[in-house]
């Protein structure tokens, strides 16, 4: 069995579920896992917002047009009344349930049961489709068996164990449908697997059945070799190393949540990227081996600080980092990227909540300046260090941008370059005019 994942622009309008529902019945028995219908949870954040603000009648307006969305959906979707009639009475159930919110004062765990209401509706939808098609699907609710621990991890043998339990259940069934992105936390609450989540879930889905294989079906082709949002006549990769798309899911292609490869990676299940609109193209495989000695794809992460902390005291000294580090870990701040020299460190960071106290902390140590707005460029392949004159590439490439940090070795797999923000998008096009069209 495979667990196919579609994402909101593919379940995105009547038209699409119904492209979406051919396709899954072509593929026969499989688990497949929906996102909201592009645009709702967006929408439901702004719900949210609204109510947290007490501003009632810009969630009750906001609640309208939403519900008025999915009633013109229905009416698109189904032609038997007995089908809009069902389809309107589970929407209506959700949307009365958010409306619910419009009384009380408002709280955290509110905000996250009013956000699973997209995926909840979209499998509604989808499942009440195929019964109209004279499929035998069933929905496997994921609130039943997708829960985290309390760390916030997802309990793995718990989804294991459910999950299986459920399928057992419904072993007639010719299609499962469940929700990505929603679950419950250690205590019972609903909770979700946090944006982008679905292909999360779709991975924890694969890893509890050991499936034959994971696909992630969206607006695109596969893996681009570089940001299409910003880069013109990118072109998909054909294969990628579980730690290639691992790197570039963290650094910014958003094709692909990050969480999603560890529990495909840890179960070698290959994950398949695959294009709803177009789905004879061949996508991209990420599995176990890739190609060697090529820079595969380029991506970049926004939103990043660099610290740069100065000490005379290091200089011949040990101990230095580890204090560094030890307040990061103090504060919960991730560091992405590091340099290191004689007399100095610079890290970088992709969150500023804690900047204050960590900079604060870090003043006790030495001199220290921050820079802002800044942008990682993640350069991707197997760039194993034998394989001479890759890194020189991306460098040539780029020569005419101020380049702050660069950091290389840490795997075989990136090379990356800190840069400004106004100097990404031509950072992009330099790399990609560079390196793969000398490549080609
Ligand atoms: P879904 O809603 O199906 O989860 P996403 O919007 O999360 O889809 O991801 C698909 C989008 O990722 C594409 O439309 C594309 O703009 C963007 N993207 C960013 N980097 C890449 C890349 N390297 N290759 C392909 N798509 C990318
Ligand atoms: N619907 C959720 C979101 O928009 C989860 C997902 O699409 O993966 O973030
Ligand atoms: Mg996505």
Not at 405 to 425: H, P, Q, R, T, W
Request: with cysteine; glycine share 6%; proline share 2%.
């Amino acid at each position: 069995m495979k667990v196919l994942k579609f994402g909101g622009t593919s379940v995105g309008s009547a038209e699409r579920i119904k492209n979406v529902a051919k396709l899954v019945v072509e593929r026969g028995k499989n688990i497949v896992v929906l996102s909201a219908m592009s645009g709702t949870t967006n929408t439901l954040v702004e719900i949210s917002d609204y109510l947290y603000k007490h501003n009632i009648d810009g969630a009750k307006e906001t609640i309208n047009i939403l519900e008025n969305k999915y009633f013109a959906t229905i009416h698109d979707l189904f032609s038997a009344e007995a089908d809009r009639e069902a389809a309107t009475t589970e929407i209506k159930a959700c949307f009365n349930y958010i409306r619910s919110f419009t009384k009380d004062l408002f709280t955290i765990f509110e905000e996250k049961e009013i956000l699973a209401q997209g995926e909840l509706m979209s499998t509604a939808l989808m499942n009440i489709y195929m019964h109209s098609i004279g499929v035998k699907s069933v929905i496997i609710p994921a609130l039943d068996y997708v829960r985290t621990d309390k760390n916030g991890e997802p309990d793995t043998q718990y989804i294991k164990q459910k999950l299986t339990a459920l399928l057992e259940k419904y072993a007639d069934a010719e299609v499962f449908i469940t929700q990505g992105y929603i679950c419950r936390n250690a205590y019972g609450e609903i909770d979700n697997l946090q944006r982008g989540g679905s292909d999360y879930s779709a991975s924890l889905i694969g890893a509890a059945i050991c499936a034959e294989e994971i696909e992630i079906w969206t607006d695109i082709d596969g893996m681009h070799n570089n940001d299409p949002r910003f880069v013109e006549g990118t072109t998909p990769v054909d294969e990628l190393h579980f730690e290639e798309a691992a790197e570039l899911a963290y650094f910014g292609a958003k094709i692909l949540h990050p969480t999603c490869v560890l529990p495909a990676k840890l179960n070698n299940i290959p994950v398949r990227l695959l294009n709803t609109m177009c789905p004879e193209a061949k996508g991209t495989l990420i599995h176990n081996t890739s190609g060697k000695g090529t820079i595969k794809a380029i991506a970049a992460k926004d939103n990043i600080t660099a610290i740069k902390i100065k000490s005379g005291r290091m200089l011949l000294a040990y101990g230095f980092l580890r204090k560094v580090f030890e307040i990061f870990e103090t504060y919960k701040t991730p560091i992405d990227m590091i340099a290191t020299s004689e007399v100095g460190v610079s890290v970088t960071i992709d969150s500023e909540k804690n900047l204050d106290p960590i900079l604060d902390d870090l003043k006790k140590f030495g001199t220290v300046t921050i820079d802002r707005d800044m942008v990682i460029i993640c350069v991707v392949g197997d760039l194993e260090w034998h394989n001479t004159g890759i890194e020189a590439l991306a460098l040539e490439a780029i020569k005419e941008v101020p380049v702050r940090m660069i950091s290389y070795g840490g795997s075989n797999y990136n090379v990356s370059f800190l840069v400004k923000k106004e100097d990404k998008v031509r950072t992009l096009n330099l790399l990609s005019d560079h390196i793969f069209k000398k490549t080609k």
